[in-house]
């Protein structure tokens, strides 16, 4: 099991960081977190730090498990299914992504304060963490949510999000300037970076 481990890493900070300016954005899990008061913290949180807010799906289970089926031979599964949530109010004044679904990627919106929670972006993202928060309290605490459950959810919030918020981690080389950037955005690859190299 140990060995499956180390099929899909990203990097760990062994050191004390000076919080909140180190931190670029925080990642969540969205099988644990997703329309669950934990997960309403987690936003107020990143929310108080001035950061913005990512769901990360990761392996699609929720109790801890590394792989899917158990972790049987051969099993993997997609680290690129990520996507910054639309209601947060730092997104668009961090990185070169905008909450709005005609966005083009590379181009920023100009208002610089048509934040998701504003805009229909932010209240479709909103409808899905209800509709999966009915389903959290319907089912009462203890759950064990199926990877066709927690598909079917994120489906339902990927489509409630515009595509430029959809990404991947950065690649090596991908980006011109890597120390300012930090991801892919799904499918056309281009950079996510912070606003003047902050």
Not at 61 to 80: I, Q, T, V
Not at 161 to 167: E, G, K, Q, V, W
């Amino acid at each position: 099991m140990l060995a499956r481990f180390f099929f899909y890493l990203e990097a760990n900070v062994l050191a004390s960081a000076p919080l909140p300016s180190a931190a670029s954005y925080l990642l969540a899990s969205f099988p644990k977190l997703f329309g669950s008061a934990a997960g309403l913290r987690v936003l107020k949180a990143a929310d108080a730090r001035g950061w913005p807010l990512a769901w990360g799906f990761g392996s699609g289970l929720n109790r801890g498990e590394a792989y899917p089926d158990g972790g049987s031979a051969g099993a993997a599964w997609a680290g690129n299914r990520r996507m910054f949530d639309p209601r947060s109010p730092h997104l668009e004044a961090a990185f070169n992504v905008s909450t709005s679904s005609n966005f083009s990627a590379g181009e920023r919106s100009g208002s610089g304060g048509n934040h998701g929670s504003r805009g229909s972006d932010g209240a479709a993202f909103e409808d899905a963490w209800r509709a999966v928060a009915a389903e959290r309290a319907a089912a009462g605490p203890g759950k064990a949510w199926s990877s066709a459950d927690l598909g079917r959810w994120w489906a339902l919030a990927s489509a409630a999000a515009p595509p430029s918020l959809r990404f991947e981690p950065l690649l090596p080389g991908a980006c011109g300037d890597p120390a300012s950037c930090v991801g892919l955005v799904f499918g056309t690859l281009e950079c996510i970076c912070h606003w003047d190299g902050q």
